[in-house]
C-alpha cells in the first residue's frame, strides 16, 4: 500500500527513495543536524569516489576508461566532471600558488639594472612592405601616412591595420623586451582553459580517425581515454609544479632530476594506457601511438600558437 507522496514529484513512495525521480524520504523541514550530516556526507561520499577514482586511474593505466566503457560507473567520478575539477584545481593552483612562489623566490632587481633595462627603446621602426620598395615606419601615425601614399591595390587590409596598431600600442606599453613577454605568457595561459575545452574533441577525432577499422569504439569512447588522460597529464605537472618550485627554492640539482623523471614516468604511463584501452601488441601499439602523438602535436601547436597570436592581439 503506498504511504506518502514524494515531496518532489508527487509519486507515492514505496521505500526511502522515489521510484520516478530518484528524490530521498526527507522531511520538508530540516534540522540543522540534518543539514550538516548530509553536507558531510556529500563530501565524504565524493572524497571516497575521488581516491577510488585516482586510485584506478594510475594504479590500473587504461582500466578506468575501459571500466567506464563497460558501465562499471557508479563508484567513479564522471570522466567530464573529473576532468574539470582537476584542471580547474590546476589552473587555480597556477595562478594563486605557484605564480606568486616563483615570483618570490626571484631576486630582486637593483634600482639601477631596473632604470637602465626600462629606459631601453624596442628595435623600431618596424619594416612594412607594401608598395614598390620596403618602407619603414616608426609610428601608427607614420604608418597610416604612408597608407595615404599608396594606391587602392596596394594598402593594407583592415586586419593588416590592426596589427602594426596593436604592434606599436604594445611597444608603448611594455618597453620592456621582458615585461611584454610576462604578459604576453600570462594572458596565453589564461586562455588555455578555453582552448582545451575546443581542442579536447578534435584530440578524440584523431584517435578516431587512426582506429577507423575498429567499429567497437565509438567515437565517445575516444573521447573518455582522451579526458582521463587529460587528467592524468593535469595531475602530473600539478606535482611537477611542486617539484620545480622546490628546484627554485633549495637550489638541488636532484629535484630537476625528479621533475624529468615524472615526466618519462607520464609517457609510459600514456602508452600503458594507450595499449590496455584499445587492447593492441606493443609493437603495433608503439606505431599507432606514434601516429596519434603526431596528429595531436600538430592540433596543439596550431591551438597554442593560436592563443598565442590572440594574446598578442588582446593584451
Given at each position: 500500500?503506498?504511504?506518502?507522496?514524494?515531496?518532489?514529484?508527487?509519486?507515492?513512495?514505496?521505500?526511502?527513495?522515489?521510484?520516478?525521480?530518484?528524490?530521498?524520504?526527507?522531511?520538508?523541514?530540516?534540522?540543522?543536524?540534518?543539514?550538516?550530516?548530509?553536507?558531510?556526507?556529500?563530501?565524504?561520499?565524493?572524497?571516497?569516489?575521488?581516491?577510488?577514482?585516482?586510485?584506478?586511474?594510475?594504479?590500473?593505466?587504461?582500466?578506468?576508461?575501459?571500466?567506464?566503457?563497460?558501465?562499471?560507473?557508479?563508484?567513479?567520478?564522471?570522466?567530464?566532471?573529473?576532468?574539470?575539477?582537476?584542471?580547474?584545481?590546476?589552473?587555480?593552483?597556477?595562478?594563486?600558488?605557484?605564480?606568486?612562489l616563483e615570483k618570490s623566490q626571484q631576486p630582486k632587481p637593483e634600482i639601477e639594472q631596473t632604470a637602465s633595462t626600462t629606459s631601453e627603446e624596442k628595435e623600431l621602426p618596424l619594416e612594412i612592405n607594401w608598395g614598390d620598395s620596403d618602407q619603414k615606419v616608426s609610428s601608427y601615425a607614420e604608418f597610416l601616412a604612408q597608407q595615404d601614399s599608396l594606391p587602392a591595390a596596394k594598402k593594407a587590409s583592415d586586419l593588416e591595420h590592426a596589427v602594426v596598431a596593436?604592434?606599436?600600442?604594445?611597444?608603448?606599453?611594455?618597453?620592456?623586451?621582458?615585461?611584454?613577454?610576462?604578459?604576453?605568457?600570462?594572458?596565453?595561459?589564461?586562455?588555455?582553459?578555453?582552448?582545451?575545452?575546443?581542442?579536447?574533441?578534435?584530440?578524440?577525432?584523431?584517435?578516431?580517425?587512426?582506429?577507423?577499422?575498429?567499429?567497437?569504439?565509438?567515437?565517445?569512447?575516444?573521447?573518455?581515454?582522451?579526458?582521463?588522460?587529460?587528467?592524468?597529464?593535469?595531475?602530473?605537472?600539478?606535482?611537477?609544479?611542486?617539484?620545480?618550485?622546490?628546484?627554485?627554492?633549495?637550489?638541488?640539482?636532484?629535484?630537476?632530476?625528479?621533475?624529468?623523471?615524472?615526466?618519462?614516468?607520464?609517457?609510459?604511463?600514456?602508452?600503458?594506457?594507450?595499449?590496455?584501452?584499445?587492447?593492441?601488441?606493443?609493437?603495433?601499439?608503439?606505431?599507432?601511438?606514434?601516429?596519434?602523438?603526431?596528429?595531436?602535436?600538430?592540433?596543439?601547436?596550431?591551438?597554442?600558437?593560436?592563443?598565442?597570436?590572440?594574446?598578442?592581439?588582446?593584451?
Amino acid at each position: 500500500m503506498p504511504t506518502k507522496p514524494c515531496l518532489n514529484c508527487g509519486t507515492y513512495l514505496t521505500g526511502n527513495f522515489c521510484s520516478y525521480c530518484g528524490q530521498k524520504d526527507l522531511p520538508a523541514k530540516e534540522t540543522i543536524r540534518a543539514l550538516i550530516g548530509q553536507f558531510m556526507g556529500g563530501i565524504l561520499n565524493y572524497d571516497s569516489a575521488l581516491v577510488k577514482t585516482m586510485a584506478r586511474l594510475f594504479g590500473a593505466p587504461g582500466k578506468l576508461s575501459t571500466d567506464y566503457l563497460k558501465g562499471q560507473r557508479a563508484r567513479y567520478i564522471h570522466p567530464v566532471r573529473l576532468y574539470l575539477f582537476i584542471s580547474a584545481l590546476f589552473f587555480i593552483s597556477l595562478k594563486y600558488i605557484f605564480d606568486p612562489l616563483e615570483k618570490s623566490q626571484q631576486p630582486k632587481p637593483e634600482i639601477e639594472q631596473t632604470a637602465s633595462t626600462t629606459s631601453e627603446e624596442k628595435e623600431l621602426p618596424l619594416e612594412i612592405n607594401w608598395g614598390d620598395s620596403d618602407q619603414k615606419v616608426s609610428s601608427y601615425a607614420e604608418f597610416l601616412a604612408q597608407q595615404d601614399s599608396l594606391p587602392a591595390a596596394k594598402k593594407a587590409s583592415d586586419l593588416e591595420h590592426a596589427v602594426v596598431a596593436q604592434f606599436f600600442r604594445v611597444n608603448e606599453a611594455y618597453p620592456n623586451d621582458a615585461d611584454m613577454s610576462a604578459v604576453l605568457l600570462d594572458q596565453a595561459v589564461q586562455m588555455i582553459p578555453q582552448l582545451l575545452f575546443v581542442l579536447l574533441p578534435l584530440l578524440a577525432l584523431v584517435n578516431r580517425i587512426v582506429f577507423f577499422r575498429r567499429k567497437k569504439f565509438w567515437y565517445m569512447d575516444h573521447a573518455v581515454f582522451v579526458l582521463h588522460l587529460a587528467t592524468s597529464l593535469f595531475i602530473t605537472l600539478w606535482v611537477i609544479s611542486w617539484v620545480d618550485y622546490g628546484e627554485l627554492a633549495h637550489g638541488w640539482v636532484g629535484w630537476s632530476w625528479i621533475s624529468n623523471s615524472l615526466t618519462l614516468l607520464w609517457l609510459v604511463f600514456y602508452l600503458i594506457s594507450f595499449t590496455r584501452f584499445y587492447e593492441l601488441s606493443w609493437k603495433r601499439s608503439l606505431a599507432l601511438w606514434v601516429w596519434v602523438g603526431i596528429g595531436h602535436s600538430i592540433l596543439l601547436a596550431i591551438g597554442f600558437g593560436t592563443v598565442l597570436v590572440l594574446s598578442f592581439l588582446w593584451i
